[in-house]
Nanobody, 127 residues
Framework: QVQVVESGGGLVQAGGSLRLSCTAS????????MGWFRQAPGKEREGVSC????????RYGDSVKGRFTISRDNAKNTMYLQMSDLKPEDTAMYYC????????????????????WGQGIQVTVSS
């Protein structure tokens, strides 16, 4: 059974930092391309960042470039999203996504590029 689980969300003040984690079980973690998405109330799901199976390639959405860093530790079957200089507009439900299909990162900020999803975790940034 495939399980994708996010952790590390919460409430933080503007300018602060949070680190999200994502684990994926029931899959070979080293084979997975992975991504982070977010969705605020009344808005479409937005691609935040993605990372190749090795961690050597990454992409970021324009709204988070320079503030967020994606990484992974395949030995721990875990992916991370370090979020810094958080802004109230970063408030959203954050989702981890995983794909077993190896086709590069060109389309990986699109939700349709992933087969497996976590339940999401709330991040709230107060002003």
């Amino acid at each position: 059974q495939v399980q994708v689980v996010e952790s590390g969300g919460g409430l933080v003040q503007a300018g602060g930092s949070l680190r999200l984690s994502c684990t994926a079980s029931g899959l070979i973690f080293d084979d997975l391309t992975m991504g982070w998405f977010r969705q605020a109330p009344g808005k479409e799901r937005e691609g935040v960042s993605c990372i190749s199976w090795s961690g050597s390639s990454t992409r970021y959405g324009d709204s988070v470039k320079g503030r967020f860093t994606i990484s992974r530790d395949n030995a721990k079957n875990t992916m991370y999203l370090q979020m810094s200089d958080l802004k109230p507009e970063d408030t959203a439900m954050y989702y981890c996504a995983a794909s077993q299909i190896n086709r590069g990162l060109a389309t990986r900020l699109q939700a349709s590029a992933y087969e497996y999803w976590g339940q999401g975790i709330q991040v709230t940034v107060s002003s």
